[in-house]
Each structure stands twice: as structure tokens, then as C-alpha cells.
């Protein structure tokens, strides 16, 4: 059975940083592209951004420059580091693979506020 449970969020100040993760387990993570999407109150739940199996990330526009996605397959882990953070980025995180899998993870929420 797939698990992805997500951690790391909390409450930060705006311009501040937070470092999400994502630990996979009834998969083999180094074979999926990997994402995370996040949902605000109130909206459908977006695309933040992914990376390849081999590594290569990908980012919703608005976001690039600011988030970068890593992951570690030895520990099934992946990452989001979240630099420069607004009020704009406060939402429910989630991790997924790509294509998604029907159960998704609790999320992890992260509140930008000062």
C-alpha cells in the first residue's frame, strides 16, 4: 500500500524559509517523478512543481526562483525548500508521484504570516 506523508510545515514569517518533506513508502521512489502540489482555502489544489527520476526539477512559473525541489531516493525522501515565502504561499502541501496516486497524504500545512 502506497503512503506518502508529508512534514516540515509550520508557521513562518514573510521573506522567511521552510524545508517541507515527503517520505514515500510501498513504492520504489527512484523509478517516479515525483511532485508536490498545494491547495489554499478556498481553491483546487495546484501544481507547485516535480523532478524526474534522474533528477531534473520542473516549476510552476510562478514559483521558480523561489522553491527547489531535491530528492533523496536512498531514503525514499523529497524535499522542498521554500525561499522568499509570501502570505500567498500559505497552503495545504502535498507530495505525489507522477502519474498520482489515489490516495494522497495528509499534508502538511504552511502558514506565510507575520
Known amino acids: 500500500q502506497v503512503q506518502l506523508v508529508e512534514s516540515g510545515g509550520g508557521l513562518a514569517q514573510p521573506g522567511g524559509s521552510l524545508r517541507l518533506l515527503c517520505t514515500t513508502s510501498?513504492?520504489?521512489?527512484?523509478?517516479?517523478?515525483m511532485a508536490w502540489y498545494r491547495q489554499a482555502p478556498g481553491d483546487q489544489r495546484r501544481f507547485v512543481g516535480h523532478?524526474?527520476?534522474?533528477?531534473?526539477?520542473n516549476y510552476a512559473d510562478s514559483l521558480r526562483g523561489r522553491f527547489t525541489i531535491a530528492r533523496d531516493n536512498e531514503k525514499n525522501t523529497l524535499y522542498l525548500q521554500m525561499d522568499g515565502l509570501k502570505p500567498e504561499d500559505t497552503a495545504v502541501y502535498y507530495c505525489?508521484?507522477?502519474?498520482?496516486?489515489?490516495?494522497w497524504g495528509q499534508g502538511t500545512q504552511v502558514t506565510v504570516s507575520s
Open positions: 505525489n508521484t507522477v502519474p498520482i496516486q489515489s490516495t
Open positions: 510501498g513504492i520504489v521512489m527512484r523509478f517516479y517523478t
Open positions: 523532478i524526474t527520476s534522474d533528477g531534473r526539477p
